[in-house]
């Protein structure tokens, strides 16, 4: 017979805290580091002409869509309850793939292998390839709203501000998925304060919202 216990292990807590140091640390890098500034206007032409001006925007890709996609992973397999864990899970696994997706499409476009629109290279076009990124960033924003929320509804015991963080990431990541899924400039926006509320909310999940783990009864007695 088993018991959960009131709080995550150490060793828990510490590899939760690993990962979200991981992530964190991965999107900052990735944002020092820079990306092509291109909008929903801009032609295959300007498109294709941002990434072969910008040869660091693979390292970009590498960090934002591949690292801190891999930590928030190891996140997701750490955080919420025992009862949600498949789903919280699933939605993290929905998040790496993806981030992988689209670091996939983002290395056609560093490496050249998609036409500016005037000279077809394997049929594919930068604009649509472009496109095609912010919309399945769209999708994974929909499946971090998700996992922010899985993560919540797990809780026996919500602190009051750990509550408002999650649901000011929830609220912002929603507006910021009508805009990807769109191509929506205005609604893109929303991503720059739903980036920030998730790094925050990924210290706050490390802090408050780590598995508990499953303790037997006869080692409690003990």
């Not at 997706?101 to 472009?130: H, K, M, N, R």
């Not at 971090?144 to 009051?160: E, I, M, N, T």
């Amino acid at each position: 017979m088993t018991t959960p216990a009131t709080a995550p292990t150490l060793e828990i807590q510490r590899t939760l805290w690993v990962w979200c140091g991981v992530y964190v640390s991965a999107w900052i890098s990735g944002l020092l580091v820079g990306a092509p500034d291109i909008t929903p206007a801009d032609s295959s032409a300007a498109v294709a002409e941002a990434y072969a001006t910008s040869p660091s925007v693979l390292v970009n890709a590498a960090l934002v869509h591949g690292l801190a996609a891999v930590a928030l992973y190891g996140m997701s397999t750490l955080l919420g309850s025992q009862r949600l864990r498949r789903a919280t899970r699933g939605a993290g696994l929905a998040t790496l793939v993806l981030s992988l997706i689209q670091l996939a499409g983002e290395a056609l476009l560093t490496f050249g292998l998609a036409s500016d629109g005037s000279s077809p290279l394997l049929g594919l076009d930068s604009g649509q390839v472009w496109a095609t990124i912010q919309v399945v960033d769209g999708i994974k924003m929909l499946a971090l709203a998700a996992l922010v929320l899985v993560v919540l509804l797990g809780q026996a015991r919500r602190p009051a501000w750990a509550t408002l963080v999650s649901g000011a990431t929830i609220l912002a990541l929603l507006a910021s998925a009508a805009g990807f899924l769109t191509l929506s400039a205005p609604l893109m926006i929303a991503a720059y304060v739903a980036l920030p509320l998730l790094l925050i909310w990924a210290v706050v999940a490390a802090l408050r919202f780590g598995t508990p783990a499953v303790v037997p009864d006869d080692a409690q007695l003990v």
